[in-house]
């Protein structure tokens, strides 16, 4: 299937780590930008996190700039979200999607991206 499969949540304290990896099947990461994505309970899907093509850019939305990173190894047709420093406001389900280019970050150009995962639960919690 062409898809992405999402790994790498888990249930972590506040201050804690994770890192999600975003593993490509069925497709390459070639020429594609990939954005990370996470939707809390009872809220919209939205964008928190692109990198580009290349992985020379990158961007992310205020509430995570300085505490997470995104890179890519297009070697191994993955990319990947460390996530530092978690809050509990965190807590979502984190998935990837592919587009040309990064749009806008946020919930209105989630609509962009394809090749969606079923997602990588993370729960940050005492």
């Known amino acids: 299937q062409v898809q992405f499969v999402e790994s790498g949540g888990g249930l972590v304290q506040p201050g804690g780590s994770l890192r999600l990896s975003c593993a490509a099947s069925?497709?390459?990461?070639?020429?594609?930008?990939v954005g990370w994505f996470r939707q809390a309970p009872g809220k919209e899907r939205e964008g928190i996190s692109c990198?580009?093509?290349?992985?020379?850019?990158?961007n992310y939305v205020d509430s995570v700039k300085g505490r997470f990173t995104i890179s890519r190894d297009n070697a191994k047709n993955t990319v990947y979200l460390q996530m530092n420093s978690l809050k509990p406001e965190d807590t979502a389900v984190y998935y990837c999607?592919?587009?040309?280019?990064?749009?806008?970050?946020?919930?209105?150009?989630?609509?962009?991206?394809?090749?969606w995962g079923q997602g990588t639960q993370v729960t940050v919690s005492s």
């Open positions: 990198i580009s093509s290349n992985g020379r850019s990158t």
């Open positions: 069925g497709f390459t990461l070639d020429f594609r930008a």
């Open positions: 999607g592919a587009a040309q280019v990064c749009h806008t970050l946020g919930a209105a150009t989630t609509s962009l991206y394809h090749y």
